[in-house]
């Protein structure tokens, strides 16, 4: 009877060990379409260049826009529908650390309104339209 015990414990301890080791298995992060690294690049910390996520109410979707290293676009996701929008009205020769008001992102009749101070503060999607989906916002 003595011999019961410890070799209780040692058996429990053992499937703590191994239950609470950690997986080798794919990354689940990944696997839920999760970042697992920063997507904006740290030169445009402090300015207005970068990427800015936000998640749409009224419906289901994401936005994401994206203004650094070569690219300016919007990507919206609704519904399991995604469309990327260019700039319309981005003025000639901006660079990050300047501020953008009332940008226009459009594409296949879908389109949005962004503005970012310089420093890339109080980012705002002020307007959102998107056929068959009223009432929506960022």
Do not use: R
């Amino acid at each position: 009877m003595k011999n019961v015990l410890p070799q209780s414990m040692i058996v429990c301890l053992l499937f703590l060990a191994y239950s609470c080791s950690k997986s080798n298995d794919t990354n689940k992060e990944e696997e839920k379409g999760l970042v697992t690294q920063p997507d904006a690049i740290a030169a445009n910390d402090g300015k207005s260049g970068g990427v800015y996520k936000g998640v749409i109410v009224g419906s289901t979707g994401t936005v994401t826009i994206t203004l650094q290293g070569g690219t300016v676009s919007a990507e919206v996701t609704i519904d399991g529908i995604t469309k990327v929008m260019t700039p319309q009205n981005l003025p000639a020769g901006w660079t990050s650390g300047q501020a953008l008001t009332n940008v226009i992102f459009a594409g296949d009749s879908w389109q949005l309104t962004f503005s970012v101070t310089g420093n890339g503060n109080d980012p705002y999607i002020s307007s959102i339209s998107i056929p068959g989906h009223t009432g929506v916002a960022v």
